[in-house]
Nanobody, 128 residues
Framework: QVQLVESGGGVVQAGGSLRLSCTAS????????MGWFRQAPGQEREFVAA????????YYADFVKGRFTITRDNAKNTVYLQMNSLKPEETAVYYC?????????????????????WGQGTQVTVSS
């Protein structure tokens, strides 16, 4: 069973930055893609960003495009989310996920059902 562990959450002022990390267990870890989602209280979990594991194709939700960057380090089994210019309404629990679904369109990874493994989440609080 794949275990995903997130870190890097915390409290940041509006306009500030945070870098989230998610590390998968095991040297045999080989997903098709990894993604980041977020969930605010009383809201549904929403897609933030995704990256394919082998060739690094990326896909972003419109509301974070130009501010957030997803990257990965295959040797470390780690995916990152660099978040800049954070807004108070982006306060949420941020989750990383791993997918085993293989498809030529990176955009499929915006859907929650494409992911097989999920981390425990890390709290991001953006203060005004």
């Amino acid at each position: 069973q794949v275990q995903l562990v997130e870190s890097g959450g915390g409290v940041v002022q509006a306009g500030g930055s945070l870098r989230l990390s998610c590390t998968a267990s095991g040297r045999t870890f080989s997903p098709s893609a990894m993604g980041w989602f977020r969930q605010a209280p009383g809201q549904e979990r929403e897609f933030v960003a995704a990256i394919t594991w082998t060739d690094g194709r990326t896909y972003y939700a419109d509301f974070v495009k130009g501010r957030f960057t997803i990257t990965r380090d295959n040797a470390k089994n780690t995916v990152y989310l660099q978040m800049n210019s954070l807004k108070p309404e982006e306060t949420a629990v941020y989750y990383c996920a791993a997918s085993t679904v293989v498809n030529g369109l990176v955009s499929i990874y915006r859907h929650k059902v494409k992911y097989d493994y999920w981390g425990q989440g890390t709290q991001v609080t953006v203060s005004s």
